[in-house]
């Protein structure tokens, strides 16, 4: 059950170019599935951010953010043994389809915590996926090597040549290499998209939309879809392959 929760900082280094990793102690009891997020009360905002659950095992919480703005500002100022109120779980996550037997996971930037988590349970049931990561530069990767640990064979694609393959995630060949049989991504919706197009395996794509209200209430977050517009907040963030309707000249 969805409720409020007081977790406290064990960690929160910096991890990549403005790029933390926070660790906190508390009850992750409540949370189901891997992809599923958090929504975070900062000191002095009104409104809380919404992070996914990188990954999690009893009495701890891994989460990665950016900082981006003046929230996620705040978050990295914050000290071991300080408290955070967070509101869990949220969202559906994903959801492993019974039978698949090479699964692939292409992360974009801040889209790649939380296929850390879903890699971590895939490789427990011996399914160790492909993972293919895309940055801009070089100073921006982040968990390559988290991955390679769980058995995983990663791959990242920089646009500025300064780490891996120079280009676009979709631009690795390990992605069209014609090995999987099932995809999860998460990322920027313009990757989500072009993976979409890329891949003619079914999937399962995580959007981390703006959010307003983020508990279903506003419709500020919505995606259409073959059976409607759903709300990414409450309804997702994860959504089929074959059920995203992209809309003409979107990225
Ligand atoms: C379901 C979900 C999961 C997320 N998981 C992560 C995560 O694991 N790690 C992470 O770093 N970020 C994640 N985000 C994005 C994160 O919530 C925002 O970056 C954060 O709320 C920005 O807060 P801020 O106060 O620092 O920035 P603000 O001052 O609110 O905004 C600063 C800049 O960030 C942009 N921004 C704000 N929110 C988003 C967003 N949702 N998506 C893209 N750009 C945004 C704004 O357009 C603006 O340019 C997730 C978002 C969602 C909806
Ligand atoms: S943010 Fe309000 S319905 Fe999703």
């Given amino acids: ?106 992360g974009g930037g801040v889209g790649t915590p939380p296929l850390y988590g879903l890699a971590r349970v895939l490789a427990e049931w011996g399914l160790a996926p492909t993972v293919v990561l895309g940055f801009q530069t070089g100073e921006d990767v982040f968990l390559e090597e988290d991955f390679a640990a769980l058995g995983c064979a990663a791959f990242v694609a920089t646009q500025d040549g300064g780490r891996g393959t120079q280009g676009l995630v979709t631009d690795l ?31 399962q794509l995580s959007f981390e939309e703006r959010m307003a209200c983020g508990f279903g209430a506003c419709m500020g977050c919505s995606c259409k879809t073959l059976y409607g517009s759903k709300r990414i907040c409450k309804d997702g963030p994860v959504l089929q392959s074959g059920e995203v309707l992209w809309e003409e000249g979107a990225q």
Wanted: hydrophobic residues 45%; proline residues 9%; charged residues 15%.
């Fill in 1 to 106: 059950m969805t409720g409020t929760q007081c977790f406290v900082i064990q960690a929160n280094t910096p991890l990549a170019r403005d790029v933390y990793d926070l660790t906190l102690a508390g009850d992750t009891a409540p949370l189901t599935a891997p992809g599923q997020f958090v929504n975070v009360a900062l000191p002095g905002f009104y409104l809380r951010r919404p992070l996914s659950v990188c990954d999690w095992a009893p009495g701890v919480l891994r989460l990665i953010y950016k900082v981006v703005g003046r929230g996620t500002a705040a978050l990295a100022d914050l000290r071991p043994g300080q408290e955070l109120d967070l509101l869990l779980p949220l969202g559906n996550g994903f959801s492993v389809p019974e039978g698949i037997k090479a699964p692939l996971l292409i």
């Fill in 173 to 203: 060949p390990a992605l069209k290499s014609g090995a999987h049989d099932y995809y999860f991504t998460c990322g920027p919706q313009g990757m989500l998209r072009a993976v979409h197009g890329a891949l003619d395996i079914p999937g």
